[in-house]
């Protein structure tokens, strides 16, 4: 009998202490994120989409007229393309040994392991956000004067090809998506997301954004079919599902958003110098679990999937925090953003 009070209290607890675990949220443990590292790049130009290739460790950074190519370990400039007049975005086809860099009416290609010109493809006006879809094996460029996206195949002559296709969107295109045979596309002028249909290239349903507005970012989660949509006006992190439009959640976030990523949590990369980051706390519930400081005008992001690391590209600016100052000459940089080690 000497023995029974401390074997039913150590029963006790241990059932007490399962009954807590279950009753967590998932993803209860937090993974705080913060400013590990700062590259001092510098030169020229403005900035936009960062591109990663997580096979070879490299940064894509369009600057205006020309792309970066960075060490994504080092920070350093590893090869510099040039010739662009207005670029934005930047497409990795590894399978085709190719890149594809979206520039004002036109796609630029080099060769991925020279880092040459081999020509360009006319798409059409503003060539903008710019993605490989592994499924239908096509370049994908969102074209936001002409409300249209073009498609262009990675093996392309890059002196006398043309453009596969384009689609006709009926808003503005800004940053897309593709899983599944579907290829996912911001409409920021229409509050829409418009679905596309990979193998017939056909438009089958816009889906509003509501109460986001303005979308600009987008990403995906394959596996919970679940589309991240960063909204400017009002500033939401719209979580939808990507198999019938049905928005999950609508989240706070900072102003100027321009770029989501998801990587087990969702982050939205804000020109106000804030990253937020979201994550399902219980099923089909979504919250801002933390939002990093970062650095005023770090409003693009990429993401290296092997060490989930992301890479936010921003400048000093010429005018403080207004909206359309530009970045200072030589300021340029990147900062690498990764969660704490648990």
């Keep these: ?49 960062l591109t990663v290739d997580p096979q070879q460790k ?36 590894p399978s085709a040994g190719r890149g594809f860099i979206s520039d004002d009416t036109s796609v630029v290609i080099f060769d991925l392991k020279t880092n040459k010109v081999l020509g360009k493809v006319e798409a059409a006006d503003d060539a903008d956000g710019i993605i490989y879809d592994p499924a239908c094996g096509k370049v994908l460029v969102s074209c936001g004067d002409a409300k249209a996206l073009v498609v262009i195949s990675p093996d392309v002559d890059p002196r006398t090809g043309k453009a596969e296709a384009t689609i006709a969107l009926g808003g503005k295109p800004e940053f897309l998506a593709a899983d599944q045979g579907k290829i996912y596309v911001n409409l920021v002028d229409k509050n829409q997301v418009a679905v596309i249909d990979s193998k017939t290239m056909k ?17 995906i989660d394959p596996v919970k079919h679940r589309l991240f949509v ?16 049905t928005v999950l959640a609508d989240l706070p976030i900072g102003a100027g958003v321009d770029a989501t990523h998801f990587d087990g949590d969702a982050f939205a990369s804000c020109r106000d110098g804030t990253l937020a980051v ?6 089909g519930k979504f919250a801002i ?45 990147i900062l690498v953003v990764r969660a704490a080690a648990k």
Excluded at 67 to 80: F, L, R, Y
Excluded at 230 to 245: A, F, H, T, W
Excluded at 311 to 333: C, D, V
């Design 289 to 333: 679990v933390e939002t990093v400081a970062t650095k005023q005008g770090a409003k693009t992001m990429g993401l290296d999937p092997m060490t989930h690391t992301l890479y936010l590209p921003t400048a000093e600016s010429t005018a403080g925090s207004n909206a359309r100052s530009r970045p200072r000459s030589g300021s340029f940089m």
């Design 230 to 245: 960063g909204c400017r006006k009002p500033q939401k992190l719209v979580v939808m599902s990507s198999e019938d439009g």
């Design 58 to 93: 490299l940064l894509y950074v369009p600057r205006s007229t020309h792309t970066m190519v960075i060490d994504a370990a080092s920070g350093k400039t590893v090869a510099d393309i040039l010739g662009q007049r207005k670029n934005h975005g930047v497409a990795v086809v």
């Design 278 to 283: 979201a994550r399902e706390t219980a099923p």
């Design 1 to 49: 009998m000497s023995h029974a009070k401390p074997v039913l209290l150590a029963l006790s607890l241990v059932v007490v202490a399962g009954s807590f675990a279950q009753a967590q949220p998932t993803g209860a443990v937090p993974a705080t994120y913060r400013v590990t590292q700062t590259f001092r790049v510098g030169g020229s130009g403005g900035y936009d989409y």
């Design 203 to 219: 438009v089958l349903h816009k889906w509003p954004t509501a109460p986001g507005g303005s979308p600009v970012g987008m990403a």
